[in-house]
């Protein structure tokens, strides 16, 4: 099949690969000096991003995301042409326009005022086509008479303002930004995440590094989690945002329990636990808002009805819901000398997609002390904006 040059790439990076020297000591820095010198590889290197492939094409939105130092800045900057690469190819069609490091294409002894003309003359806009913009560019950047005052006494939240301010005006061909969103107050935010959606109905092209997966989400049809400098996972914005944060909460999750040392003990213990009826050590997965059953048997030394608590958590240890049997006045049915059973139903799981932990407690029967664990992984499938953990109950109101 072939490409009409509407469809073709506007950026397409392949084998893309930026190392950084390491100099700690001296010597070490005159053996960078002397391989810089003579264009030969470092002997000691930083491999910020290695073996990038990745194509842009027209009125497509992707997004960045990734740990700190995983390499976003490094590869937005390699895409806008501020680093270059030491390895790989990297092709670019149309106006790019980039909102980079705070004020990088501005001059800091030049005025608010003045560096927009610098600006937006860097980007190829006649003077005359700049002035009938002015009022709209000081309009979007709002910040009053601070526009007439060199911008390096300037706070980084008004240089983005600016930054962003001009690029409205340009409106590029594709648009790059580095964490904008999180740079500007809440009203300015509003500002650029309306301007953007409105960019990118209109067809605009826009490449997104934030650490909010809310604005990911929100403004990007595809998304790339760059991690220790590779693309580690890179496609729809939804599954690529979820699998990144169900990486970065298993990461954070503090270490569980074993119930072994509970059961051998001879003190009150979970003996088995299903999820849906299935073993509850390949954990569940469900579409939310499915019904999730916890069912199984505990142990009780002295043939008293145990306690059963059953919690759900967040994989980095955030409780978000749990209650026991004690709470519900519910007594568990004896099955069998020092076995009682336990059968627990969440009827329509509101959780929202994503990935969790299960765990399943025996207390004694006045639920005094928490005598053992086991834990299953719960994953939530679906899509969805909504933020938080759980949905809630909630409808809007015609006025
Ligand atoms: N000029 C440089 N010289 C040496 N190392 C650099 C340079 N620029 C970046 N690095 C290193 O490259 C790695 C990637 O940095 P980069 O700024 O691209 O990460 P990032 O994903 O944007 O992180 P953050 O989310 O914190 O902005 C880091 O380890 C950083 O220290």
Not at 145 to 159: A, C, L, N, R, W
Not at 164 to 186: K, N
Not at 271 to 299: C, K, T, W, Y
Request: one cysteine or more; a neutral charge.
């Amino acid at each position: 099949m072939s490409v009409s040059a509407s469809d073709a790439a506007l950026i397409s990076l392949s084998g893309i690969g930026k190392s950084y020297p390491i100099a700690n000591s001296a010597a070490g820095r005159i053996r960078t000096l002397y391989a810089l010198l003579r264009r030969r590889p470092f002997a000691e290197r930083y491999d910020a991003l290695t073996d990038i492939n990745l194509e842009v094409r027209p009125g497509e939105s992707l997004g960045l995301i990734g740990v700190n130092g995983a390499g976003k800045s490094t590869l937005l900057k390699v895409i806008a042409g501020v680093v270059k690469p030491t390895s790989g190819e990297i092709k670019l069609r149309g106006r790019i326009s980039a909102l980079l490091e705070l004020g990088a294409g501005f001059h800091p002894e030049y005025t608010g005022r003045q560096n927009v003309f610098l600006a937006t003359a860097l980007m190829g806009m006649s003077e005359q086509e700049t002035r009938a913009q002015l009022d709209g560019i000081l309009a979007f950047a709002d910040i009053g008479e601070h526009v007439d005052q060199p911008i390096k006494h300037y706070s980084s939240g008004m240089i983005v303002r600016l930054g962003f301010a001009v690029a409205t005006a340009v409106r590029p061909d594709i648009l790059i930004t580095d964490e904008v969103l999180a740079v500007g107050d809440e009203s300015f935010q509003r500002k650029c995440i309306a301007w953007m959606e409105n960019y990118l109905s209109s067809g605009g092209t826009l490449l997104l590094c934030a650490h909010s997966m809310f604005h990911i989400q929100k403004l990007c049809q595809k998304a790339a989690w760059i991690h220790d400098g590779r693309v580690r996972a890179y496609g729809d914005a939804h599954r690529v945002t979820r699998e990144y944060l169900a990486w970065h909460d298993a990461r954070n999750a503090p270490k569980v329990q074993s119930h072994a040392q509970a059961l051998k003990s001879g003190v009150y213990a979970l003996l088995s636990m299903l999820l849906n009826d299935q073993s509850g050590q390949e954990g569940a997965i469900l579409p939310m808002g499915a019904s999730l059953r916890v069912s199984g048997r505990v142990f009780s030394p002295d043939d008293r009805a145990p306690t059963v608590l059953v919690g759900i958590v967040r994989k980095d240890g955030m409780p978000i819901y749990g209650v026991s049997s004690e709470m519900d006045g519910h007594v568990l049915v004896r099955v069998a000398p020092n076995e009682f059973a336990y059968d627990f139903e969440i009827p329509e799981l509101s959780l929202l997609p994503g990935e969790y932990t299960l765990k399943g407690h025996a207390l004694d029967p006045e639920a005094y002390r928490l005598f053992d664990e086991i834990t299953a992984d719960l994953t939530v499938l679906g899509e969805s904006r909504e933020m938080g953990v759980c949905r809630l109950p909630h409808r809007w109101n015609a006025i």
